[in-house]
């Protein structure tokens, strides 16, 4: 634990190098009180997102094209429960970066893979409710478990080339001292990341979800109308109730997920100058804190979620073979 001692000598992260980092000094209590806090945030993360791909994986009935996509969302959660969060913990508890440059990059390469395949599984998820509640008839032909499936391994792919290529090409020898770990983009990489990463992708989000809420809010309207009329709804209808629904629960994850990740985006566009580390932690938090808010929503809004939950902690129901 890093500390300044009474006669105020100055504390380094390595006192045996010369550019050394300097070692923020905490108190016992800080250092317990955070400790405690960001690892049972972690420990929440990876339990929550574990219960979700267990209850997808196990579960037959589970398994459609939606969950598919939800079950690839949370794997991309569960691991920034277990690899991203405890590293930026220590980083932020301890103020200096022990690990070494190798895995700097490398834990720099895994952000920005998370960062893409779960904006990339959003897309997905948008483009699948799309075509579920405009497109009806067309979604059993269009939208198949083996399609979708190749269609996640194929942006988990091409997310880990994309973010492989920018780990290798940003530099990581030019820090101020030795002990912190900073991806220095260029400002024009900078922006190309920001569009091609976040902007153009969260335009095709919201561009397919205003088309899915007006499409649902009609046949919402018409089906409202039917029930008054005393008419009785076909299967048909009641499917498209079901799918304006799922997209309206699907909706404010993406709302959720936005309002975590643009603070981020804001921040990496922000000169180190203009902003204090505390801002910058705090909004890089709010980032990592989307991974544990989505198993909070679907166990909200989904009641198969709570129902394979239960089976799964009743552990004499789940080995049943049935």
Not at 37 to 62: D, G, P, R
Not at 88 to 100: N, Q
Not at 267 to 272: A, E, K, Q, V
Not at 286 to 296: F, G, H, K, Q, T
Request: with cysteine; charged share 10%.
């Amino acid at each position: 634990m890093a500390y300044e001692t009474e006669d105020h000598e100055t504390q380094y992260c390595f006192p045996a190098i010369n550019s050394s980092c300097i070692n923020t000094k905490r108190s016992t209590h800080e250092y317990n009180i955070m400790y405690v806090f960001f690892s049972l945030l972690s420990v929440w993360t990876v339990f929550m997102n574990l219960l979700v791909i267990i209850s997808i994986s196990h579960f037959k009935k589970l398994h459609t094209p939606t969950n598919m996509l939800i079950l690839s969302l949370a794997v991309s959660d569960l691991l920034v429960g277990l690899i991203i969060m405890p590293l930026e913990a220590v980083r932020l508890i301890e103020t200096c970066w022990y690990f070494g440059e190798t895995i700097c990059r490398l834990f720099s390469i895994i952000i920005g893979l998370l960062l893409s395949t779960s904006l990339s599984n959003l897309v997905l998820i948008a483009v699948d409710r799309y075509v579920a509640v405009c497109h009806p008839l067309l979604y059993p032909q269009k939208i198949t478990m083996t399609r979708t499936i190749i269609i996640i391994c194929v942006c988990w792919f091409c997310s880990s080339a994309y973010n492989i290529s920018i780990g290798i090409s940003v530099l990581h020898k030019n820090y101020t001292c030795y002990g912190e770990c900073i991806a220095m983009f260029t400002f024009a990489l900078s922006i190309a990341d920001l569009l091609l990463s976040f902007l153009l992708p969260c335009t095709v989000i919201i561009t397919l979800y205003l088309r899915i809420f007006y499409v649902a809010h009609h046949q919402v309207k018409v089906i409202n109308s039917l029930l008054r009329s005393g008419k009785h709804l076909t299967e048909g209808s009641v499917r498209r109730k079901s799918e304006s629904k799922a997209a309206l629960t699907l909706g404010i994850i993406v709302t959720v997920y936005l309002f975590c990740w643009i603070p981020y985006f804001i921040l990496s566009l922000t000169p180190n100058t203009r902003i204090t580390s505390a801002i910058a932690y705090f909004m890089l938090w709010i980032m990592y804190i989307n991974s544990a808010l989505n198993p909070l929503i679907y166990a909200i809004f989904y009641p198969w979620f709570r129902t394979s939950v239960k089976h799964i902690l009743n552990l004499s129901k789940i080995f049943k073979p049935a």
